[in-house]
């Protein structure tokens, strides 16, 4: 799952594959999806902002197998690798539907939902601080922590950034909170 061709999104397997046509490089931030369904005669479903981009199938096999380590913002054979912000980055072990892209894009998770197999936040730095004692990112699901590579970690490059604005629910006349660390009362 990468950026490529006129700056939209593309879904990849062995060097085959379905681009989107939406380009997300305009400074803004982008929820982007890539839906999976063998069982679907499409079976890859790209989204930007909850909107479908294309659907399509690919010319090769998907290898949905454990074999080699999940890489994010690098392809797996090391070439290349992404030039931007990266935030809330989640698995899950369906095909999740549109209605379901769209309600959840925005939202943090303190409850897990099920199906959800690796759920990594990318919260553990300050947005342009010093951050160079953080090495590695939290899977909130299984534990399958990631290793921060190639980046300062200190500045405004290379390290964390202010993400999008999401929120843990509706604002509503009274007040119930569910929290993942820590809540001030207004």
Same mark, same amino acid.
């Given at each position: ?11 990849? /397997? ?9 380009? /997300? ?30 659907? =399509?199938?690919?010319?090769? *096999? ?5 074999? +080699?380590?999940? &890489? ?5 054979? =090391?070439?290349?690798?992404? &030039? ?26 303190? +409850?897990?939902?099920?199906?959800? *197999? ?9 947005? =342009? ?13 299984? =534990?399958?922590?990631?290793?921060? *590579? ?10 964390? /950034? ?25």
């Amino acid at each position: 799952f990468n950026v490529l061709f006129n700056n939209a999104i593309r879904i990849e /397997v062995g060097g085959n594959g379905l681009n989107g046509t939406i380009a /997300v490089n305009d400074g803004n931030w982008h929820h982007v999806a890539v839906v999976y369904n063998p069982t679907a005669t499409n079976k890859y479903s790209l989204y930007v902002d909850s909107v479908l981009d294309i659907a =399509g199938n690919l010319t090769v *096999t998907t290898n949905t197998g454990s074999g +080699t380590n999940l &890489r994010i913002g690098k392809r797996i054979d =090391g070439a290349g690798g992404f &030039r931007g912000s990266i935030d809330e980055v989640r698995f899950y072990n369906y095909a999740r539907t549109p209605a379901q892209i769209a309600s959840e894009r925005m939202d943090e998770y303190c +409850t897990l939902p099920a199906g959800l *197999t690796a759920y990594y936040k990318m919260n553990e730095g300050t947005a =342009g601080g010093t951050n160079t004692s953080v090495s590695s990112v939290i899977d909130f699901v299984a =534990g399958n922590n990631g290793t921060l *590579t190639g980046f300062s970690l200190t500045g405004t490059t290379t390290n964390y /950034v202010v993400g999008p604005i999401i929120t843990q629910g509706t604002s509503i006349t009274s007040t119930s909170v569910s929290t993942c660390g820590s809540y001030t009362l207004p």
